[in-house]
């Protein structure tokens, strides 16, 4: 079971610069992450009155917080939560965070760059490792960590990290060994926070499509330029780099992502079934394709509609998950007749330069009238192509 999350600290505004004390904990399920302020005053410097405490409406996509461990941290994505009258003129202040990003502070969101970020997805090792998975810890006796690297694009490359950790409980003697498949997206040029996760849903939707269910994901750990920052805690970073740590739970949505096992007869396509070159394959392209994301989201959504969260579907729910797969259709339908359309354009100006090219050596043997008839009157006639 997760602990509850609670930092005591400072909290400010990075354009404003006044700090306000307060605390982020989190709420009985660990499903939210809530920044408390007490006092009369928003973070936004708007006096609360009892009037206007429940009538606001703040957004703030950065808030910097300073507190005892960790000392940096940078909140994302807050939104109002309501405010609570104490006693007189002390209210309670509540902002909803989405993404805790702990040892580092950035001005903005602009300046959120990243050069690597480590996921955990469920089911991974057995996904792409097949019965290789089950072999992973034998005769292995200290902590170690094995990357196996695939380049998905240019500036992308995904690490497939197997972590094996030994768990010492009682007088020295080795008690668990913990094994776990991570996910690193590496980039070799530094990527907004926003293109980061774009990419970490996309193979997610992949899993999702060889898994049919939803497949969730935790953000572990991430590193970023020291010069994006405005600082960080040093003891996680060097000169040149800092390592960040992550507090969210609107990614994992209350699912395990650290299950391991799925039984090959579960997964539509797996290195069960294939080898480890024809898997990667399809990883590639499946990053290559960009141009059917939304096609692919239509699929997924009608096919995994409200699974997993105990809703009971009517018959509207039945109608919306229809009309969904047919507008998937539809698209696809759209996009092969633009490609249809390209290629006739180019199969119709290659024809073009052969008929040119045949017209012109056979005007070279005429002269006189029937060559200026000739001219006016051999004209290319565009037919419908093949294709």
């Known amino acids: 079971m997760v602990s509850k999350i609670e930092y005591i600290g400072e909290f400010y505004l990075p354009k404003r610069k006044k700090r306000y004390s307060g605390r982020i904990v989190s709420n009985e399920n660990n499903s939210e992450l809530i920044l408390e302020i007490f006092g009369n005053e928003s973070l936004e410097g708007n006096k609360i009155t009892q009037w206007l405490s429940n009538a606001l409406e703040y957004y703030n996509p950065i808030i910097l917080g300073h507190a005892n461990y960790p000392q940096n941290m940078t909140l994302l994505e807050c939104h109002w939560h309501g405010t609570k009258l104490i006693y007189k003129d002390l209210y309670l202040i509540k902002y909803k965070i989405q993404t805790i990003l702990r040892h580092a502070l950035f001005s903005s969101r602009e300046h959120l760059l990243l050069n690597s970020i480590r996921v955990c997805m469920p089911h991974v090792a057995s996904w792409y490792d097949g019965w290789e998975s089950h072999t992973k810890i034998d005769k292995v006796n200290e902590d170690l960590e094995t990357i196996h690297c695939l380049t998905v694009k240019e500036n992308l490359t995904l690490n497939f990290i197997d972590s094996i ?108 079934v294939m080898e480890k070159e024809i ?106 192509s093949s294709y």
């Open 279 to 384: 898997l990667n394959k399809i990883i590639i392209h499946w990053f290559k394709t960009n141009s059917f994301n939304h096609i692919y989201d239509l699929f997924l959504d009608s096919h995994n509609w409200f699974e997993g969260t105990g809703a009971v579907l009517s018959n509207v729910m039945y109608n919306h998950r229809v009309l969904n797969l047919i507008q998937g259709l539809e698209d696809y339908h759209r996009k092969l007749m633009e490609n249809d359309e390209v290629q006739k354009n180019n199969y119709n100006e290659i024809r073009r330069k052969e008929f040119d090219d045949n017209k012109r050596k056979i005007l070279k043997l005429l002269s006189g009238d029937l060559k200026k008839w000739l001219n006016d009157t051999l004209k290319m006639k565009v037919k419908e």
């Open 165 to 272: 950790t030994q768990r010492t409980i009682i007088f020295g003697k080795t008690q668990e060994t913990n094994y776990q498949k991570y996910i690193e997206f590496k980039y070799s040029e530094d990527q907004h926070w926003e293109k980061v996760i774009s990419d970490i849903v996309r193979f997610s939707r992949l899993l999702e499509f060889s898994f049919s269910k939803p497949v969730s994901f935790e953000l572990i750990s991430a590193t970023s330029k020291s010069k994006n920052l405005i600082n960080s805690d040093t003891q996680f970073g060097n000169s040149e780099a800092t390592l960040i740590y992550f507090d969210n739970f609107s990614f994992v949505k209350m699912q395990d992502v650290y299950k391991d096992d799925l039984h090959q007869n579960n997964m539509l396509f797996s290195r069960w």
